[in-house]
């Protein structure tokens, strides 16, 4: 194998790696820490997937009308370590979710705090 070869295959392994990292995105770019908004549905999914947690939920508003929205929380290390479970939300269950909007207006939100029944959960380490 050539040299250059061997170069451009350790490139491309780097850059396919890296692929995840470059999909990130920062808070400021998606999200508006001035519109912080609270929605109460039931739970269709949860992903634990990295790098954050998804949680879907479909949430009915003044009209009647029910669309499903995604609530980023924190990564599934992050919220393990502050003792959630894969089981902490199941589908089927009611919850409050509060954190910020999304700057395009979709249904899309940064959850802080996740609320089933008597239960807060924290998305957040210093949160309580």
Do not use: C
């Not at 470059?22 to 997937?49: C, I």
Request: aromatic share 8%; hydrophobic share 45%.
């Amino acid at each position: 194998m050539s040299i250059h070869r061997g170069f451009a295959i350790a490139a491309a392994g780097l850059l396919l790696a890296a692929m995840p990292v470059l999909a990130h995105h920062s808070f400021q770019a998606e999200y508006d820490e001035n519109k912080l908004v609270s929605v109460n549905g039931k739970v269709t999914k949860v992903a634990w997937t990295n790098p954050h947690v998804i949680l879907y939920m479909d949430v009915r508003d003044d009209s009647g009308k029910v669309a499903n929205w995604q609530m980023e929380l924190a990564s599934p290390n992050g919220l393990m370590r502050q003792g959630w479970k894969l089981d902490s939300l199941k589908p089927g269950d009611q919850v409050t979710v509060s954190g910020y909007a999304a700057r395009d207006g979709s249904h899309l939100v940064n959850a802080r705090r996740v609320v089933l029944g008597a239960k807060a959960y924290s998305t957040i380490k210093d949160d309580k």
